[in-house]
């Protein structure tokens, strides 16, 4: 079947095949792609890409398929699966530079780096795609110490949408550089990332739990204590969660102490153990590469939405605030709010399309059910997100279940959004990469 696309030599997958129902999903979405394409090479991604400009269809791209809008799929168009472009290679041992195909998901980059004694900042889930989260940021448990994974980028091999196969760098093409690192799927697809890895060894990790009665008490002092810990500690607070009891459930602060030496670690943990009556702790050492955790596929029939935002220092005692009287009120949607700072700070705001350096936390509210439950409980999110307005800014796309104009107006900000669209209509003027958060060329 190959045949039908010129110069295309892997699976082309339609309506009626027997792996068309799973190969026209997504871990979050449901499609009815007219067709999917399985390239073997950037060869490959090249004529598919050609096909699907030349005919006139929709184009979704799918790398780990974990995108909350379901992006990695479409109705009556095309689907580039990347599963296949997936190999991990070392090509520089001294300076630590990898290879990593754009279909590439984070678990088996972690797997293969390990016995090298070598990670990359990353997310927190095994199988969410390098692609998806690389191009919109990357949000992981070392982002303190190494910054975003797109921090960690060197190179990248990108397909545009004439089918061109384009490298870019800091010396390469460097303007499309900019803008891949933090742009999403706007540019071109990614055949293979080239990345700066870091040495590293077993880490500290796990959570310190504390009773929901003391909830603000210790998010305040978590905050305050994050600001200035040790940038070898990344944390995250959670609370609310559904499958702990809700607006009951205890908050956890989950730890990754960057380090495998026990003193240093108690010292960068401790200050948060201290912030009230801890009821668990299971912090122990592992090695990095078991710190991702599987991802959650969601039966059939059930919606997630996720919304998030960042906090700048001096907002985080009112958000704060009013997380914690959601989180403990009926109907709270489960919350996590992350530290950041640190190496992400220390970039420049403009030096990336990821423009949001100067926040110190990041945080997302997330709820799921069927889809008449989720509706029920819009208002009660909307008028939670109406108190938050005035103490936030921004978005990170990776979090965002809708992809609306105001949430492109949050991911990319006015002078990021025209330098991006000065870019795109370089590279992509037909805007024939629209499946993301779009930023018109």
Do not use: C
Request: hydrophobic fraction near 45%; glycine fraction near 12%.
């Amino acid at each position: 079947m190959s045949s039908v696309i010129d110069g295309f030599n892997g699976d082309i997958i339609e309506p009626g095949a027997a792996e068309y129902d799973a190969a026209s999903r997504t871990v979050l979405a449901f499609g009815s792609p007219a067709y999917v394409l399985r390239p073997e090479s950037a060869e490959d991604v090249q004529a598919a890409v050609k096909f699907a400009a030349g005919a006139g269809l929709p184009l979704a791209v799918r790398g780990g398929g974990h995108s909350f809008p379901g992006f990695g799929t479409n109705d009556g168009g095309v689907v580039i699966d990347l599963s296949r472009l997936n190999t991990v290679t070392i090509t520089d041992k001294e300076r630590h530079l990898v290879r990593i195909g754009g279909g590439a998901t984070w678990g088996p980059v972690a797997d293969a780096l390990a016995p090298h004694g070598l990670a990359i900042s990353s997310g927190d889930t095994r199988s969410v795609g390098v692609g998806g989260l690389t191009l919109s940021g990357g949000i992981g448990w070392k982002v303190r110490k190494y910054g975003l994974a797109l921090d960690s980028l060197v190179a990248a091999d990108v397909v545009t949408a004439n089918g061109e196969l384009v490298r870019t760098s800091e010396t390469e093409n460097p303007e499309l550089f900019w803008a891949i690192r933090g742009g999403g799927g706007n540019l071109g697809i990614v055949t293979a990332f080239e990345f700066e890895a870091h040495p590293t060894t077993d880490i500290f990790y796990g959570k310190v739990v504390f009773p929901v009665a003391e909830l603000e008490t210790v998010l305040q002092g978590w905050a305050d204590y994050a600001r200035t810990a040790t940038e070898d500690l990344t944390s995250i607070a959670v609370f609310a969660n559904p499958m702990a009891g809700g607006p009951s459930s205890p908050l956890e602060i989950h730890v990754a102490f960057d380090g495998d030496d026990p003193e240093l670690a108690a010292r960068a943990i401790d200050p948060i153990r201290a912030l009230g009556t801890v009821i668990d702790d299971d912090v122990a050492p592992m090695p990095y590469a078991d710190v991702l955790v599987e991802g959650m596929v969601p039966p059939p029939g059930i919606r997630l939405v996720a919304r998030g935002a960042f906090v700048e220092k001096e907002s985080v005692p009112a958000v704060l605030r009013i997380l914690a009287e959601a989180g403990t009120s009926a109907g709270a949607p489960f919350i996590g709010v992350r530290s950041v700072g640190g190496a992400v700070s220390r970039v420049p705001d403009d030096a990336t399309a990821y423009a949001h350096r100067q926040a110190e936390l990041m945080f997302v509210t997330s709820a799921g059910g069927p889809a008449p439950v989720v509706e029920a409980g819009a208002p009660v999110l909307d008028a939670l997100w109406a108190r938050l307005a005035p103490h936030v800014s921004g978005a990170y796309a990776n979090f965002m279940a809708t992809a609306t104009e105001e949430d492109v107006a949050a991911v990319y900000p006015g002078e990021t959004y025209r330098r991006l669209a000065a870019v795109k209509r370089e590279y992509d003027p037909a805007n024939l990469f629209a499946g993301n958060h779009n930023v018109r060329p």
